[in-house]
RNA sequence: CAAUUUUCACG
C-alpha cells in the first residue's frame, strides 16, 4: 500500500483500483488517503474517508486522526478539528504531539488565538512539552489575531525553556509586529534574528518589515531596508 | 524510504 500519489482524486482513485484488484485497503491506505485530501483542503472528503473505514471495520489510529485534523484546520474547521480530538479521547486512544499541533495550528486558521493558548496550556497538563512546532503556530496565531505582545513573550518564553526559536519564529513574530504597525519593534527584530541568534532573515523577513514601514509611512526605512537586505543577496520580486 | 503537525504570497 505504497500511495505517493499526492493529489487527492489520485489517490482515491487508486484506492479503488486496490479494492477493485482484490486489495484490502489498510489503515496506512486510508491515512494516506486522507493525507493527500488534507493538501488540498478537502475536509469534507477527509472526514467522509474517516466514516467509511469505519464502517469498513478498520480502526484508525492516532496517525489517522492526526491527519484528519490538519486536513480539517487546512480547511478552516476548528470545531470539526477539535471534535476530532475529542472522539480521539473517547475512543481511548492518546492524542500526542502532534494532535496538540494540528489542533493548535487549526486554531491558528482560524485567528483564534485564544484557544490556541489554551490548548497548549492543556497539553502542559498532560505532560507534553510544547516543542518548537508548537510555539512557531501559537506565535502565528498571535500575529494573527493581532496580539504581537503576547508573541514576544512566547519568544521570550521558548528561549528560557531552551527552544531555540528558528526562521520561522521569528518570520511570524515579525507579522505580529507588522501587523500592530510596530515598524521600530520589527526592524530591531530583524536586527536581533541575524546578530544575536545567527539567524539569516529571508525574503519574507525582508518583505514583512518593508511593509510595516510602508503601513506606517517610513519610507525611507523602507528603502534603507531594500539596501539592507540586496547586501545580503536577497533580491526583491 | 509505506501514513500525520508550524511562517508570507500564489494557487
Redesign the pocket.
Known amino acids: ?4 500519489a499526492k493529489e487527492w482524486q489520485k489517490a482515491l482513485a487508486l484506492k479503488t483500483a486496490m479494492r477493485e484488484a482484490g486489495i484490502v485497503p ?7 488517503c ?2 493527500a485530501c ?2 488540498a ?1 478537502h475536509w469534507k472528503k477527509a472526514v467522509e474517508l474517516m466514516d467509511e473505514m469505519r464502517k469498513a471495520g478498520i480502526e484508525p ?7 484528519c ?2 486536513a480539517c ?2 480547511g478552516k474547521q476548528v470545531d470539526v478539528a477539535l471534535n476530532l480530538k475529542k472522539q480521539m479521547e473517547d475512543a481511548e486512544l492518546k492524542p ?7 489542533c ?2 487549526a486554531c ?2 482560524e485567528k483564534r488565538a485564544d484557544r490556541a493558548l489554551e490548548l497548549m496550556a492543556e497539553m502542559r497538563t498532560k505532560g507534553f512539552a510544547p ?4 510555539y ?2 501559537v ?2 496565531a498571535c ?2 489575531a493581532n496580539m504581537w505582545e503576547r508573541a514576544e513573550k512566547l519568544v521570550e518564553e521558548m528561549i528560557s525553556e531552551g527552544i531555540k526559536p ?7 513574530l ?2 505580529a509586529l507588522s501587523n500592530g504597525i510596530q515598524w521600530e519593534k520589527t526592524y530591531n527584530v530583524l536586527v536581533d534574528m541575524k546578530r544575536k541568534h545567527g539567524i539569516k532573515p ?4 525582508y ?2 518589515c518593508i511593509t510595516t514601514c510602508e503601513n506606517a509611512g517610513m519610507w525611507m526605512r523602507a528603502y534603507e531596508i531594500i539596501i539592507q537586505m540586496k547586501q545580503d543577496g536577497i533580491e526583491p520580486l
Request: hydrophobic share 40%; net charge negative; with cysteine.
Open positions: 500500500a505504497c500511495v505517493k489498510n489503515v496506512i491506505t486510508y491515512s494516506s486522507i493525507s488534507e493538501k483542503a489510529n492516532v496517525i489517522t486522526y492526526n491527519a485534523i490538519s484546520g487546512k500526542d504531539l502532534v494532535t496538540y499541533n494540528s493548535i495550528a491558528e486558521k516543542d518548537l512546532i508548537t512557531n503556530t506565535i502565528s500575529a494573527k528558528d526562521l520561522v519564529s521569528f518570520n511570524s515579525l507579522h529571508d525574503l519574507i523577513s518583505a514583512t
